[in-house]
């Protein structure tokens, strides 16, 4: 079964300043995707930003950019110019293309300190 | 609506009781699941709608947990005989068809208190 292991339970990082999350998994499988969802006090959770797993170029989403390394099985997220909004849990995701279901990570608690 | 809504928002129940926990999914989204978000916990997969489709139940803790989908549209979680160990957030998610890339829309959650 695949799994999704996020080692850091909390993070801090300066207004401003970049901060990277990371993220691994455990796979079997040769295609996949792979995302990075927001969830804010609010509980709302909200898609930053995702990947396929056979495209080598890593996705970017305005300060928002990953670093693919499938071969490691790595997705971490880095964060650019970080800003007070982006105070957040962040969860990263694995969906399989057998069955289409969704495995989410522990999260990552991002604080940003002004 | 413009998005998932969920109801009710926290709901205080005593333990043996039964509580029903429901989603309304955006307009035309085919695929809804159902998470469970306990404290200092991820999402933890309940069960998945497709279409006319089987649901998967394969995340399903153990079978005081219901779920059907009306219609193709609202669905309702049941807890049966509800245990302390219960107490989370419940998620419900929706999209298009299920698939791929596809962005999963989440709704707000019911926040489940069993005393």
């Known amino acids: 079964a695949q799994t999704v292991t996020q080692s850091q339970p909390e993070m801090s990082v300066q207004e401003a300043e970049t901060v990277t999350l990371s993220c691994t998994y455990d796979?079997?499988?040769?295609?996949?995707?792979l995302f990075w969802y927001k969830q804010p006090p609010s509980r709302q959770m909200i898609l930053v930003i995702r990947q396929e797993a056979y495209k080598q170029q890593n996705a970017t989403e305005n300060r928002f950019s990953v670093n693919f390394q499938k071969a490691a099985k790595s997705f971490s997220l880095k964060i650019s110019d970080s800003q007070l909004g982006d105070a957040a849990m962040y969860f990263c995701?694995?969906?399989?293309?057998?069955?289409?279901?969704?495995?989410f990570g522990k999260g990552t608690r991002l604080h940003i300190l002004p | 609506g413009a998005g998932v809504s969920q109801s009710p928002s926290n709901k205080v129940t005593e333990k043996g009781k039964d509580v029903e926990l429901r989603c309304d999914p955006i307009s035309g989204h085919t695929a809804l699941y159902w998470y469970r978000q306990s404290l200092g916990q991820g999402l933890e997969f309940l069960i998945y709608?497709?279409?006319?489709?089987?649901?998967?139940k394969s995340g399903l803790p153990s079978d005081r947990f219901s779920a059907e989908r009306t219609g193709g549209s609202v669905s309702t979680l049941t807890i049966q005989r509800t245990q302390q160990e219960d107490s989370a957030v419940y998620l419900c998610?929706?999209?298009?068809?299920?698939?791929?890339?596809?962005?999963?829309?989440f709704g707000p959650g019911t926040r489940l208190l069993v005393l």
């Open positions: 995701a694995y969906r399989s293309l057998r069955d289409d279901k969704i495995i």
């Open positions: 998610a929706s999209s298009l068809v299920g698939r791929g890339l596809e962005t999963q829309y």
């Open positions: 796979t079997s499988e040769s295609d996949y995707y």
């Open positions: 709608f497709q279409g006319n489709s089987a649901p998967d």
